[in-house]
């Protein structure tokens, strides 16, 4: 039943949880103008310390085999249903449209090839001069 690869001393390899800075040092800082008492720090900081351990451990032995179990299952659904739904879904939409690709392009073809060879056909016959203004005039001849 148990994992014989399940890691004991490093529980996360991957640093899923990297984020979560919870000690001490990280949650509260007094600035150098505002301080409390020694003892009230020292105090203070074992509250911390003792309380986020007993209460961590209390929802880990209580809450996080349930919540192990609903992932477990929420995972279980989302693999089945993207190897036995999704996947042949999206395998049914890539042949239908690759169907649909070859009918446009064979109607492209037959109609949108043809009238742009004519159209550039027409206007092969259409000739660009250019030519250089007079010394004289400065404003355009286009412009009305």
């Not at 039943?1 to 949650?27: A, G, I, T, Y």
């Not at 890539?94 to 090839?113: G, P």
């Amino acid at each position: 039943m148990s994992n014989p690869s399940l890691e004991l001393e490093d529980r996360d390899p991957k640093s899923l949880s990297q984020h979560l800075q919870v000690s001490w040092e990280d949650v509260i800082g007094e600035p150098d103008t505002t301080r409390s008492p020694e003892c009230a720090w020292r105090i203070s900081n074992q509250c911390f310390v003792v309380s986020r351990n007993c209460c961590y451990i209390f929802m880990s032995v209580i809450i996080a085999p349930c919540a192990a179990l609903c992932l477990g299952c929420s995972f279980a659904c989302l693999a089945f249903k993207h190897i036995w739904c999704w996947n042949p879904c999206l395998r049914v939409w890539k042949i239908n449209c690759s169907m649909f690709k070859l009918y446009l392009t064979s109607c492209s073809q037959a109609t949108i090839v043809p009238l742009a060879e004519a159209i550039g056909h027409c206007c092969s016959s259409i000739k660009v001069r250019t030519q250089s203004l007079p010394i004289g005039i400065k404003e355009d001849v286009m412009m009305v």
